[in-house]
């Protein structure tokens, strides 16, 4: 079970204060792979993105990076193995710190590696030229742009880290059909180059049709059986 | 069916069904660097029991513009045009641009002019249940105490909110929740004009569909409502007229019938061809900044059918469905 490569919330259990959210979740998301996760409003989508992105320790079971369980969460995780996944929100508005410039918003991961701020600051100009940011932009703290170039720029923080696995957690959901067309294609280039696996959450059957290899269902924290196909 | 009345409507746009017409809309942001030409000479009129959506890509002024009807602009806006509007044939129009923030904060917004905002989260105050901000809307436009309850309750069920919700405080809601009541509260005055600013935004499917049927709802009772939205599946489920911005001006208006089939301008194409169920590619290269918009079309930089005319700004002309700002619309090639 614990063999391959890949991302994998095992036998996940979560509650929150009593009421269980997720129950018994077994996912794995493989390298190069573009998993969909498909549920209702409360169905326990965003807390599993939580729980594989480190950032909130399950109850019962665990996540194992390449057949390794990983134990704990945030900042017990060490480093080079929390930087491996980025998850991308729903909301930019709610996930940018409101004091950064964009291209410090984009080059503090970079930091974080250890580069100097003039290398950093090269790498997010770089990187956001290809997600689509314009250069003049990047001097704007996030209340002076517009949510899909905020939304962009959160995408080239992600990216910034050179992560195996990006999960995205209705990431276009609020943005035009133009600008999530071109955020998609930045991910699937970035994922052919990085053989990255991808977590698609959406409740866009179109788009998970387009862009998923594999859709889940969840419901009530469950996993659904897969429909045959 | 929908895009038969729309163009009938559409058509005949001087006639007395008309309940709020935009003309010659005009808003800019003076800001450190420059100015924002965040709406540009925006004309648009909106009938009884009409759905009028705004479509475009973000940043292209579209929450700009519902905000400038309602008198929310920030202190740096400089506006100019106007906006009359007329409740019933029988009263006069006013132009609720320039009747003064007195006579707006008085007797238009909230009262004939509703908004759903765009993050309810952030425009629910988090001291007061949710019973208690409805009955208090309520009583504020004229319900008696014993029957704003009962309304409080009716309204909740009409926009598909649990009574028993209403005892929550706005931070005890999920998102969804939250952006029912806060569509709860601004129905409760019975607005003439409902302007609903991505109303979906954050809502898993079934709750946009709801959502979506309370404004269609509305218009079936003959009120009106602007929705301002991103999302084109969202305009094509409710909306009767489709209206796209682009740049800080509308290129294109058609029935949505015909907008989704056949497409005047360019750019509505384009947007249309970025679904995933379509080619689900995006329009190349960026928007103009607002900051620095060229002197000609806004779009003939990303424009395939640009020519040598497209460095001029082209007129709106009214087409025999619509309306489009192009100096070589679709379907002229066709």
């Given at each position: 079970m614990s063999d391959v490569r890949g991302l994998a919330a095992e036998h996940v259990t979560v509650s929150f204060d009593g009421t269980p959210?997720?129950?018994?979740v077994t996912l794995r998301i493989a390298r190069g792979e573009t998993v969909g996760l498909r549920g209702a409003s409360g169905s326990g989508k965003s807390t599993l993105a939580r729980v594989l992105a480190f950032l909130h320790s399950p109850d019962r079971g665990h996540v194992s990076l390449d057949g390794t369980p990983i134990i704990g969460a945030r900042f017990r995780v060490p480093p080079q193995i929390r930087t491996r996944v980025a998850l991308l929100f729903q909301s930019p508005r709610a996930a940018?710190?409101?004091?950064?410039r964009l291209v410090d918003l984009i080059a503090e991961p970079v930091r974080a590696t250890g580069a100097a701020r003039q290398e950093a600051r090269h790498r997010a100009r770089d990187l956001a030229d290809r997600v689509g940011l314009?250069?003049?932009?990047?001097?704007?703290?996030?209340?002076?742009?517009s949510d899909g170039q905020l939304q962009r720029a959160c995408l080239a923080r992600a990216l910034a880290q050179q992560p195996d696995y990006l999960l995205c957690?209705?990431?276009?959901?609020?943005?035009d059909a133009s600008t999530q067309a071109q955020l998609a294609s930045v991910i699937i280039d970035y994922q052919r180059h990085r053989d990255a696996g991808v977590l698609l959450i959406s409740h866009d059957p179109a788009l998970l049709a387009r862009w998923a290899d594999r859709v889940v269902d969840i419901a009530d924290g469950r996993l659904l059986a897969p429909a045959p196909r | 069916m929908i895009g038969e009345t729309a163009t009938a409507t559409v058509t005949a746009s001087?006639?007395?069904?008309?309940v709020l017409r935009v003309d010659g809309l005009t808003v800019r942001f003076r800001i450190r660097d420059g100015i924002v030409h965040?709406?540009?000479d925006l004309s648009l009129t909106l009938h009884r029991g009409e759905l009028l959506a705004v479509v475009g890509e973000s940043g292209c002024g579209k929450s700009v513009l519902a905000h400038t009807l309602l008198g929310?602009?920030?202190?740096n806006a400089a506006v100019s045009g106007h906006a009359y509007l007329q409740v019933s044939p029988d009263t006069a129009p006013i132009d609720v641009i320039h009747c003064g923030e007195r006579r707006l904060a008085r007797?238009?917004?909230?009262?004939?002019l509703g908004l759903v905002p765009q993050s309810p989260a952030t425009a629910l105050?988090?001291?007061?249940t949710g019973r208690r901000l409805l009955e208090e809307t309520l009583r504020a436009h004229g319900s008696p105490r014993h029957e704003a309850a009962h309304q409080a309750e009716r309204l909740a069920r009409e926009v598909g909110?649990?009574?028993?919700?209403?005892?929550?405080?706005p931070f005890e809601l999920s998102g969804g929740m939250a952006q029912r009541l806060a569509t709860a509260l601004a129905l409760a005055p019975d607005p003439a004009v409902l302007i609903a600013d991505?109303?979906?935004?954050?809502?898993?499917r079934p709750l946009v569909d709801h959502t979506l049927d309370v404004l269609r709802r509305r218009c079936d009772a003959g009120y009106a409502v602007l929705l301002i939205t991103h999302d084109l599946r969202a305009a094509r489920r409710v909306a009767d007229t489709v209206a796209v911005m682009y740049a800080s001006r509308i290129v294109e208006r058609q029935p949505v019938d015909r907008f989704f089939t056949?497409?005047?301008?360019p750019y509505s194409a384009a947007l249309l061809d970025a679904l995933p169920e379509r080619t689900f590619r995006p329009i190349p290269g960026h928007p103009p900044m607002l900051t620095a918009l060229p002197d000609?079309?806004?779009?003939a930089p990303r424009c395939?059918?640009?020519?040598?005319?497209?460095a001029r700004q082209p007129e709106v002309t009214t087409t025999e469905s619509g309306a489009v700002a192009c100096h070589r619309p679709r379907e002229e090639a066709a």
């Open positions: 959210v997720l129950t018994d940018a710190d409101p004091r950064l314009t250069p003049d932009l990047l001097d704007r703290r996030p209340h002076e742009v957690d209705e990431a276009t959901a609020m943005l | 001087t006639d007395r069904a008309s965040a709406v540009t929310l602009l920030p202190a007797d238009i917004r909230g009262r004939q105050t988090p001291v007061r909110l649990d009574p028993a919700d209403l005892d929550r405080y991505e109303p979906t935004t954050g809502l898993d056949a497409p005047a301008h000609g079309c806004a779009y395939p059918r640009a020519t040598a005319r497209c």
